[in-house]
């Protein structure tokens, strides 16, 4: 899995923000004098929850995790600027028609109609999330160092995981929260197009993402992530379980049982296991020192009602 795709995650919720139709600006928060607007905050809550009760579903919390993602989403993209990244015509069009290219005919558009889409807002939420990815790729690459006694460490705890021999072949969808996971699951659940949707929320080009999947050994991945893969049938779409980067949900695409992996095959599952987990702490470090030297001012409301909603 590509941390980048997490975060574009975030991206594709305030889409429809910045698609919408206009209301006037109230400010949810300011980054650095940048506005995140309440109908961005509103627009990426909506459809999340609904009917629940539960402590992660209440609304005054799930706003503050909305809103919390919408503010690292623009620190990353004021970096990107600041560090001179930019996105060229060329890097959009190519994004916007691997897109197009799997609606045959007019269904593209026929979909930016039916979900009120502004196609040129469309087209600036796209460039901004080549922007997101661009700054989140090359400052993972200053900060991901192996450390040899901790990978020494993780290896001898892993190595022999007592599991069948069998790799399958899936396609995922990962969010920063299980209220986000829970949405696309449910979307899925009513028959959208898992393929499509990946396509939709992450671009063609990411791993695991495509029609055709990734081939995985779950006797290399997380415990909870491999129970779901195991008992899941061929064909059908995991619960949501958490994991490296967030919270997901697999489609197996195929099973086959296979002899045991060689040594150096478990050896790269588990080097790519272990990169994924120090990956995922240095962008949550990196978010942090983002937001440490930033001046970021929220609304004061949204807070009140986070403390109501706690005493009920």
């Known amino acids: 899995m590509h941390l980048w795709a997490r975060i574009l995650l975030t991206g594709c919720l305030i889409l429809g923000a910045a698609c919408g139709p206009k209301v006037p600006d109230e400010t949810a928060a300011l980054v650095n004098g940048q506005p995140i607007t309440m109908e961005a905050l509103a627009w990426a809550a909506r459809g ?11 609304p005054a919390r799930l706003k503050k995790r909305l809103l919390d993602q919408l503010i690292d989403e623009e620190l990353i993209v004021q970096e990107g600027r600041r560090r001179g ?51 989140t790729e090359a400052e993972l690459k200053s900060r991901v160092k192996v450390d ?24 995922h969808l990962t969010a920063q929260t299980r209220e986000q996971a829970q949405r696309l699951l449910e979307r899925v659940r009513r028959g959208r197009s898992f393929e499509r949707m990946a396509r939709e929320l992450f671009g063609p080009d990411e791993d695991g993402r495509s029609e055709e999947g990734v081939w995985v050994y779950p006797a290399a991945l997380p415990d909870s992530i491999a129970k779901a893969l195991e008992s899941t049938p061929v064909g059908q779409v995991t619960g949501i379980v958490e994991g490296d980067f967030g919270f997901a949900f697999f489609k197996i695409l195929a099973k086959e049982d296979q002899p ?16 994924a987990q120090i990956e995922a702490r240095a962008y949550e470090a990196w978010v942090r020192e983002l937001r440490a030297k930033a001046d970021i001012v929220i609304d ?7 403390e109501e909603e706690q005493t009920r």
């Open 148 to 171: 040899t006694e901790e990978w020494e460490h993780f290896f001898q705890a892993h190595r022999n995981a007592d599991r069948p021999p069998v790799r399958m072949r899936v396609i």
């Open 85 to 135: 990244f930019a996105v060229s015509d060329a890097e959009l069009e190519r994004m916007i028609e691997a897109f197009k290219a799997d609606y045959p005919g007019q269904a593209f558009e026929e979909m930016m109609i039916r979900e009120y889409v502004n196609p040129e807002l469309w087209k600036d939420q796209m460039r901004r999330n080549i922007l997101v990815k661009k700054t």
């Open 300 to 306: 004061p409301t949204l807070s009140t009602d986070l």
């Open 260 to 275: 045991r992996p060689g040594p150096g095959e478990i050896m790269r599952q588990l080097k790519d296991r272990y990169l």
């Open 48 to 58: 999340f929850g609904a009917g629940e009760q539960s402590a992660e579903t209440k």
